[in-house]
């Protein structure tokens, strides 16, 4: 009920394609879902999140889908760049104002 | 303003050592919670605090864990007797309430040989 499930483990997108992550939830109390990224050696920072009243949120180059009937959400990097290359985590946020991560997808963008 | 700062940013300690960790938050930050991230892997929720409320402990993984927050400014993160299977690097949020945003210190990779 706490899981958020994220996939792919790892991707290789080429400079300019689409990159997507997807993540599954199953407790319907989450009520905001954030994106994080995360360099090495470095502590996850906020990218994007969306809260379940909307399908869709853009910022520049990152958008959330959300799909609240299949519990699904997901984050697309447009025209991906090299520097987009870093670990990304979905989370949710439960009632007890805790954040439950997904296991992160490590992105790499080739030049 | 500065952000989420932890201290030490490594340590390598013995099995058996107790180790203390440190967070100091954004100023005027009312929420700070700890996180556990493990090679390779998620983050794992620890604690939680909140104001002069008392603690989310609910993360914390075993008796040797603890946490303590000197009103809303520094935290420590205690591990007694540290285990090999306590290596990971510590992460500390804050956020100026919660629920918002969390704003992540760099964290502290702890290796227990």
């Known amino acids: 009920q706490q899981q958020v499930k994220q996939s792919p483990q790892s991707l290789i997108v080429q400079k300019g394609g689409i990159s997507i992550i997807n993540c599954a939830y199953e407790n319907t109390a989450f009520d905001y879902f954030p994106w994080y990224q995360q360099f090495p050696g470095k502590g996850p920072a906020l990218l994007i999140a969306?809260?379940?009243?909307?399908s869709e949120k853009k910022e520049g180059r990152f958008t959330i889908s959300f799909n609240k009937s299949a519990k699904q959400f997901s984050l697309h990097i447009m025209d991906s760049q090299p520097g987009d290359s870093a670990t990304y985590f979905c989370?949710?946020?439960?009632?007890?104002?805790?954040?439950?991560f997904g296991s992160g997808t490590r992105l790499l963008v080739r030049p | 303003g500065a952000g989420v700062s932890q201290s030490p940013s490594n340590k390598v300690t013995e099995k058996g050592k107790d180790v203390e960790l440190r967070c100091d938050p954004i100023s005027g930050h009312t929420a700070l919670y700890w996180y556990r991230q493990r090679l390779g892997q998620g983050l794992e929720f620890l604690i939680y605090?909140?104001?002069?409320?008392?603690?989310?402990k609910s993360g914390l993984p075993s008796d040797r864990f603890s946490a303590e927050r000197t009103g809303e400014s520094v935290s420590t993160l205690t591990i007694q007797r540290t285990q090999q299977e306590d290596s990971a690097v510590y992460l500390c949020?804050?956020?100026?309430?919660?629920?918002?945003?969390?704003?992540f210190g760099p964290g502290t990779r702890l290796t227990v040989l």
């Open positions: 989370a949710a946020l439960d009632s007890s104002y805790k954040l439950i």
């Open positions: 949020a804050s956020s100026l309430q919660a629920p918002d945003t969390q704003y």
């Open positions: 969306i809260r379940p009243d909307v």
């Open positions: 605090f909140q104001g002069n409320s008392a603690p989310d």
